[in-house]
């Protein structure tokens, strides 16, 4: 009898010890980017086709907002367009199980635009490309086109004519995207 209490205690103290490891957590665990409400989300398979667009209407972990293991097998790129940048991701999806790739992640800078009395303020931080094309337009025609090259921070300040009250339109052209900002002066 005191050997079979012995071999219980023995038992109850290696299960405890164990247990007592098995809480630890991993130094790096397989999450997902955590975004936030109202970033823009857009997935796009390998073809280039757009198959989900839409805004985040709560903010929480990518990959509880977003179910990409329905996805079909194959490649994809995740974008999650913020206020100034917009953060690409590459993942692949085999059998359900999705594989993100972090080696590949990129972000692209997004240019700022503000307007002041009749100024147009556009700036964008050239990290990822040295320079935009630049396009403004008032009423649908073209009234100015030039290319901005810089080192570190693009910037270029356009004062419109105050005479000249209308819809504007400036069009900037980096990283192989298209930004349109309408305002009106």
């Known amino acids: 009898m005191k050997r079979l209490i012995r071999?219980?205690?023995?038992?109850a103290v290696m299960l405890g010890t164990s247990t007592g490891y098995a809480n630890q957590t991993l130094k790096e665990t397989p999450t997902f980017k955590y975004i936030n409400e109202g970033h823009m989300l857009t997935v796009i398979n390998a073809?280039?086709?757009?198959?989900?667009s839409g805004r985040i209407k709560q903010s929480g972990s990518?990959?509880?907002l977003f179910d990409f293991s329905q996805l079909k097998d194959g490649n994809y790129t995740v974008e999650i367009s913020k206020d100034f940048e917009i953060e690409v991701i590459d993942l692949e999806v085999k059998d359900n199980n999705v594989k993100l790739f972090t080696e590949t992640e990129e972000k692209v800078f997004k240019p700022v635009f503000r307007t002041e009395n009749s100024m147009l303020i556009v700036s964008k931080i050239a990290l990822d490309t040295k320079e935009m094309d630049v396009e403004l337009y008032f009423e649908d025609e073209l009234i100015h086109k030039e290319t901005v090259k810089g080192d570190d921070i693009l910037n270029r300040v356009y004062r419109l004519d105050r005479t000249l009250n209308g819809n504007y339109t400036a069009v900037i052209r980096c990283n192989g995207r298209v930004y349109i900002k309408d305002f009106r002066i």
């Open 62 to 64: 990518l990959d509880r």
């Open 47 to 52: 073809s280039g086709d757009i198959i989900y």
């Open 7 to 11: 071999n219980i205690m023995v038992v």
